[in-house]
């Protein structure tokens, strides 16, 4: 029976990638370019004016606010709670609008951020899942006020991920991309100040929470290596989780679910 168990976990190991991959395609699509959020941004705050201390969550990509609700309702009591929306063609086959969406985004939360400090604020913290990694490092390199970093599925340069997903979507964009004759290369160049692993120079003396999927082929595991060896090498103080089992889908919802590692890593 153990040896069955093991057998039918490792056949399971990553399905749900490729199942939710190709189930969701066709509405991923459609929101990309129909979505409310398809060309904006949109944050939501939920205030505590009994606490000065501030969480910043910047959902998935095309992500909605559901998924992240016991989160919220776990720390609501201690935190002032800014939700934060990417717009949906933050990733785009138009590399200069990728560019011009990131650093948007990134002068948003700052100006967010320094409202608050301006209200009496005092601590800051920031969450980023998936793509929103990317976000969540470019904010708090950029600003030191983020003490604690939570990263939910991080990988180590934003071109590589996009040029080496199983996701459909990116896949597509990807190749649009490369019909335009640009390389991967090129690519890294041109999202250079973007991606996580040239976005940790300033972060030394923070705290990290890292989760990784070893299944994932979203955001695959060796990027999120990568990431590791980078912060290894800053001698970057970080915890973290690795997901044997599950791919990107259900170990990035997992950890939002069951969160108390996130939670206790926040609150201690």
Not at 50 to 74: D, E, P, Q, T, V
Not at 86 to 93: A, E, F, K, Q, V
Not at 122 to 148: E, Y
Request: charged fraction near 25%; include cysteine.
């Amino acid at each position: 029976n153990d040896f069955k168990n093991k057998t039918t976990i490792t056949k399971m190991k990553g399905i749900d990638e490729r199942l939710i991959s190709t189930i969701c395609y066709p509405f991923d699509y459609t929101k990309y370019f129909n979505g409310e959020n398809s060309r904006v941004s949109n944050n939501l705050i939920f205030w505590n004016k009994k606490s000065k201390k501030a969480l910043f969550i910047l959902l998935h990509w095309m992500g909605g606010i559901l998924l992240y609700k016991r989160l919220i309702n776990k720390l609501k009591d201690d935190y002032t709670i800014v939700i934060y929306q990417l717009p949906n063609m933050i990733l785009s086959d138009n590399i200069g609008t990728t560019i011009k969406y990131f650093d948007e985004s990134q002068k948003n939360i700052n100006n967010l951020a320094n409202s608050l400090k301006n209200k009496g604020y005092l601590d800051f913290s920031i969450l980023g899942s998936s793509l929103s990694c990317c976000l969540a490092l470019m904010v708090a390199n950029s600003d030191d006020k983020f003490k604690k970093i939570v990263l939910n599925l991080v990988g180590s340069d934003l071109a590589e991920c996009v040029w080496c997903s199983n996701s459909p979507i990116v896949r597509n964009i990807k190749n649009k991309i490369a019909k335009k004759g640009i390389s991967l290369n090129n690519l890294k160049l041109y999202w250079k100040n973007i991606s996580p692993i040239n976005n940790i120079k300033n972060i030394k003396n923070r705290e990290l929470l890292i989760f990784l999927s070893k299944n994932d082929k979203i955001i695959k595991y060796d990027y999120g290596q990568k990431f590791l060896d980078a912060i290894k090498k800053e001698k970057i103080k970080h915890k973290l989780e690795i997901d044997h089992i599950f791919g990107h889908y259900l170990s990035g919802f997992k950890q939002l679910q069951f969160q108390n590692r996130i939670s206790s890593f926040l609150l201690n």
